[in-house]
């Protein structure tokens, strides 16, 4: 997934817990591309780069090693009414 495809809406960590990504923004001094999310386990807002850097891969696309084979950090679970077209709820 790449920044012209991130779509807001709810996601599952891979350690099993649940967010709403809000929205993809850009750092304003690195232009990176970074994630607005919020915890809905603990209610606190968080930002967190789309991709991570050298040294440290812990950017939201980045995948996590869990034994021998990499998985999705964030697995996409669906949207959330409010991202949904009034028409199609």
């Known amino acids: 997934m790449e920044p012209e495809v ?3 809406g709810l996601y599952r960590h891979y350690r ?8 993809l923004v850009t750092h304003h001094e690195t ?10 386990t603990y ?3 968080n930002v967190r780069p789309l991709h991570g850097w050298e040294g440290d891969r812990d950017g939201w696309l980045d995948p996590v090693r869990q034994g021998t084979k990499f998985i ?4 996409f679970v669906g949207e959330l009414p409010s991202n949904t077209p009034a028409a199609d709820r």
């Open 72 to 75: 999705e950090r964030f697995t």
């Open 16 to 23: 099993g817990g649940t967010y709403n990504a809000l929205a």
């Open 43 to 45: 209610g606190t807002v």
């Open 31 to 40: 232009r990176a591309p970074m994630v607005i999310y919020v915890s809905l």
């Open 6 to 8: 991130f779509r807001p």
